[in-house]
């Protein structure tokens, strides 16, 4: 029976590198699906993972309906067997309820790939609605690492080289160009996420380009550490 799956976990957990994995798999053994994605990196409607692989896709704006789009596509006589979801976590609500209706009366196994939380640590409404509806939630097996060298849980935005923890929701770093400010993303265990403590807000504190993790990962902050929060 086809199923709703959702993959998730933090940044640089490999969940571009599994769509595509999984299409490619899907595809060489004769099956047929769409593949979807939103606000990619890249800037363009494709798939693209950090380690270089890409693929098109069809961009989900705000106004996509799956629904729609399956009925149409099949009714033209196309054979899809498999939606591979991309970011996920940007989709609305009501795209997910689509994609679950797409599994329940097409049979059409859709896998939905995206962030969980996001920059404040608050679920992301697509997200959301996926833990919510969602037939499994599975976690990459690879697992992102914090600069200290423990599993990293959250996702940290980092503004002009200091971690905020206020702003808007969605703003896409690491496509280069056309931003006011540097915005990028780092993830960070939820030890070193509370403190706000990035790397390069260890290198500052330590005032050497070699992070101690046994000393900022275990030991309370000093009294007179830098307090990397100013900028929030």
Excluded at 48 to 70: C, K, M, N, P, Q
Excluded at 178 to 192: F, K, M, N, T
């Amino acid at each position: 029976m086809a199923e709703l799956v959702f993959f998730s976990g933090t940044m640089d957990c490999g969940k571009s590198t599994l769509a595509l994995q999984m299409e490619h798999n899907h595809r060489a053994r004769g099956r047929h699906g769409l593949i979807f994605t939103k606000n990619d990196r890249s800037g363009v409607a494709v798939i693209t993972s950090r380690l270089g692989l890409e693929r098109e896709a069809i961009e989900v704006t705000d106004h996509l309906d799956f629904w729609e789009l399956v009925i149409e596509q099949t009714a033209h006589g196309r054979e899809i067997h498999y939606l591979i979801c991309d970011e996920a976590q940007f989709y609305s609500p009501e795209q997910i309820e689509q994609l679950a209706r797409v599994v329940d009366e097409c049979d059409i196994d859709v896998y939905a790939f995206g962030i969980m939380a996001d920059f404040r640590t608050e679920l992301f409404p697509g997200s959301r609605r996926l833990i919510e509806l969602a037939d499994r939630l599975q976690v990459p097996q690879v697992a992102a690492l914090c600069w200290c060298g423990r599993r990293a849980t959250h996702n940290a935005r980092v503004v002009e080289g200091h971690m905020v923890i206020e702003g808007e929701q969605v703003v896409v770093g690491d496509v280069g160009g056309g931003q006011a400010q540097s915005v990028e993303y780092e993830v960070l265990c939820r030890r070193h996420y509370m403190r706000r403590m990035t790397s390069a807000a260890a290198r500052r504190q330590t005032g050497s380009a070699d992070i101690l993790p046994f000393d900022l990962g275990l030991c309370p902050l000093p009294s007179n550490a830098v307090d990397d929060t100013s900028n929030t």
